[in-house]
Each structure stands twice: as C-alpha cells, then as structure tokens.
C-alpha cells in the first residue's frame, strides 16, 4: 500500500487549504484524515467510508469537508474558515478490507497571521 499526501502549508485564520491522499495497492473499506498538534496526541479529522458515509470531528464539522474521487483513488480534505487551532500535521490514513492501517507522510497546516 502506498500513499501520497500533498497540499499543507501556511494560511491565515479564516483562509482555506485542500489537503490530497492519493492511495493504491489495495482495497479500501475506510479513508480518513487525522491530526497530531505539538503535545498532543493524534485525533481522527474526518474519514469517508467505501459505502460514501463521512464521520467528523466536532471541531471541524462545518468547516472541513472530505470527499473522495475514485477513478483518481484520491481522497480529499477541504479546509475553510481554519483556525490558529487546526495547526498541526495532518496525516492521511487508510484501512483496508482486512481491518489493516497505513499512514501516510505527514503535511503540515499551520494557521497563522
């Protein structure tokens, strides 16, 4: 399994950012974003099922978006309206239909004027 993530970088508060995944080499069950700020231990972001159901965090609900094109096996996270709180490195991470994890690279959000 190998995967691709791409689009971190600096914003201002209130600014957008769309975060990339691209994955091959399996099947997927389950496609998902999670975080991890200074200090603190890595939390779920948002992920997207392979049925299209998405989960999200109760601090990006409203805010963040995942989606997903399949003839691309790319998985996306919009991020509008950030906030200095979102810093952090944002991983990309899949599950296959065997219940296996794989992360992938780091990118780094951070939100600041």
């Known amino acids: 399994v190998q995967l691709q993530a791409s689009g971190g970088g600096l914003v201002q508060p209130g600014g957008s950012l769309r975060l990339s995944c691209a994955a091959s080499?399996?099947?997927?069950?389950?496609r998902g974003w999670y975080r991890q700020a200074p200090g603190k231990q890595r939390e779920l972001v948002a992920d997207?099922?392979?049925?299209?159901?998405?989960n999200y965090a109760d601090s990006v609900k409203g805010r963040f978006t995942i989606s997903r094109d399949s003839a691309k096996s790319t998985v996306y996270l919009q991020m509008n309206s950030l906030k200095p709180e979102d810093t952090a490195v944002y991983y990309c991470?899949?599950?296959?239909?065997?219940?296996?994890?794989?992360w992938g690279q780091g990118t780094q959000v951070t939100v600041s004027s």
């Open positions: 991470n899949v599950v296959t239909l065997v219940g296996n994890f794989y």
């Open positions: 080499g399996a099947i997927f069950s389950k």
């Open positions: 997207i099922t392979s049925g299209g159901s998405t």
